[in-house]
Nanobody, 125 residues
Framework: QVQLVESGGGLVQTGGSLRLSCAASGRTFSRYAMGWFRQAPGKEREFVAGTTWRSARIYYATYADSVKGRFTISREQVKNTVSLQMNSLKPEDTAIYFC???????????????WGQGTQVTVSS
């Protein structure tokens, strides 16, 4: 079973950048699909970015339309981490960000069964 721990959240001004990291434990990390989700107060949890395993060293990445061109998801297999580089941040990006894992990838939160505890990102205007 993989366990996930996020880090890297914080307070940043509009237009700034943050890099979130998700550290995974477990031997089979390389075969898991990983996703980043976020949840703002009073809103449902939503998909941000995901990466799915296809073969050794090859992963596909997908993004929500709202973050395309600004956010980049990446994996470091040696370190068992998946990161989310967030640039050109906007106040509407303010939320708790979660990483999640499952066997096949999806943009639907309910289809993930392994979650981290979340990290707060606040973008001030």
């Amino acid at each position: 079973q993989v366990q996930l721990v996020e880090s890297g959240g914080g307070l940043v001004q509009t237009g700034g950048s943050l890099r979130l990291s998700c550290a995974a434990s477990g031997r089979t990390f390389s075969r898991y699909a990983m996703g980043w989700f976020r949840q703002a107060p009073g809103k449902e949890r939503e998909f941000v970015a995901g990466t799915t395993w296809r073969s050794a060293r090859i992963y596909y990445a997908t993004y929500a339309d709202s973050v395309k061109g600004r956010f980049t998801i990446s994996r470091e297999q040696v370190k068992n981490t998946v990161s989310l580089q967030m640039n050109s941040l906007k106040p509407e990006d303010t939320a708790i960000y979660f990483c999640a894992a499952n066997a096949y990838g999806s943009s639907v939160p309910a289809e993930y069964d392994i979650w981290g505890q979340g990290t707060q990102v606040t973008v001030s205007s």
